[in-house]
Each structure stands twice: as C-alpha cells, then as structure tokens.
C-alpha cells in the first residue's frame, strides 16, 4: 500500500524559470493539501483541494502560484517565475475525507532551490 | 485568528528519562488535534488523532491527551530513536486546513 508520493524529491531551478511539483496521494484518498517549510520554521498551509475542486486556496500567494487535481492524474503545484525566496521543502498530504474527520499523511516532500 | 502554539523549542532528555511536549491551541471551534513526528529531510509521520477533551491515544513510549485548550505528548522512557522534532496540528470547525505549530525538536542522549 504505497504512501503519497512526491516527485521529484529535489528540484533547482534558475531564477525565471517554472517549477511543477507532482504529489500522488494514497490509494483511495480525495483530499489532497500542499505545505512550504522553511528551515526551521513550521509548516505552513497553502492549499487544499479536492478532485477538480479547489477548496481553499487562503495560504498560497496569488501571483505566480497555482494547483490542481484532476479527475486522473496527481495533483500539481506550479510556481512561475521563481525567485530566491522560493526555495523551500514543499510537502504534499492527503485525506480520505475531509480535513480534521481524518488523518492527513505525507509524503517525503520536494525540496526546491531557486539560483 | 486560530493558533497553535508548542513548547518547549527545544528540548534534549537522557535516555529513559521520562517528559512531556505541550501543545496550547487557540481555535474557534476544535474538530481535530494532530500529532506527526518528522525526522530531518523527510515528511511528517503521523502519530495519533485527538477529537474531544479526556480522549487519550498511545503507541508504544508515547502517550498524548487532551483539554479543551492544550494538548500533551508524555513520553515515558525514551530511547536515541524517540529523537525528532514533532509537530502538533488542529483542525478547525470553520475550515479544513490542519493549523500547524512550529514544533519541538527532541534529543534524547544515550
């Protein structure tokens, strides 16, 4: 029974460049969120969706910063243009059912470089 | 504004010697209390699910419970392995995105 996975687990992109981050969440899950931590801090929500549904998009920048999951397929993270202070560990999870009623598991993350 | 807050930061433990991790929430409306340990480079690995003040869970050296304003992760006799940072999380009635605290970095010394 494989867990979520992330691909790729490491990423560097030059400044300007697109960054597209995959997550496949676990088998029978429909609930997919994305997370960026940065080196000492906590994790910090950024988007939560549902399949071909975003539900609350309140933690991602509205520049530069999309997501989706499609009806097949994983779920995406796109950032455009990067900069610098995009490098981060990025983690994606995924539920069941609804936030809170179940638990989230993630997976090993992608941790971007921007130079 | 919903918040989680877990103390201490930092905290280094000899082994077996026994301790607790807090977990203070400030949420309007709790469905759901978190916890993951994440080990360095990896993802957050879940531990237990806390849903109403009294429940308790426990797996092996750790044992979490819950008030109507914090939580505590107890962990009796800890080994070298036990370190790890780990990270409380609550879910609110009025959103579904887990609010995740900065967590505890545990260092249990041999």
């Known amino acids: 029974n494989a867990g979520v996975m992330q691909n790729p687990r490491h990423l560097v992109r030059r400044r300007g460049q697109e960054a597209r981050l995959r997550c496949s969440p676990m088998?029978?899950?429909?609930?997919v969120y994305w997370y960026r931590q940065l080196p000492e801090e906590g994790l910090k929500f950024m988007v939560y969706?549902?399949?071909?549904?975003?539900?609350?998009e309140s933690g991602m920048p509205k520049e530069r910063f999309s997501a989706e999951f499609p009806k097949e397929g994983p779920s995406i993270l796109r950032i455009q243009q990067v900069v610098r202070g995009d490098s981060a560990a990025y983690f994606c999870?995924?539920?069941?059912?609804?936030?809170?009623?179940?638990?989230?598991?993630f997976g090993q993350g992608t941790r971007l470089t921007v130079v | 504004e919903d918040q989680v807050t877990q103390s201490p930061e930092a905290l280094r433990l000899q082994e077996g010697e026994s301790s607790s991790l807090n977990c203070s929430y400030t949420?309007?409306?709790?469905?759901?209390l978190f916890w993951y340990r994440q080990d360095p480079g990896k993802g957050p690995e879940f531990l237990f699910t806390?849903?109403?003040a009294g429940e308790e869970k426990e797996k092996e050296r750790l044992k979490a419970t819950l008030t109507k304003k914090e939580s505590f992760l107890h962990i009796t006799a800890p080994k070298p392995e036990d370190s790890a940072t780990y990270l409380c999380?609550?879910?609110?009635?009025?959103?579904?995105?887990?609010?995740f605290g900065t967590g505890t970095r545990l260092k249990v010394l041999a």
């Open positions: 999870a995924s539920s069941r059912g609804t936030g809170g009623n179940t638990e989230a598991f």
């Open positions: 088998k029978g899950h429909s609930h």
């Open positions: 969706l549902q399949k071909e549904n975003i539900i609350d």
């Open positions: 949420v309007s409306g709790l469905r759901g």
């Open positions: 806390l849903y109403s």
């Open positions: 999380a609550a879910v609110t009635s009025g959103t579904y995105k887990y609010i």
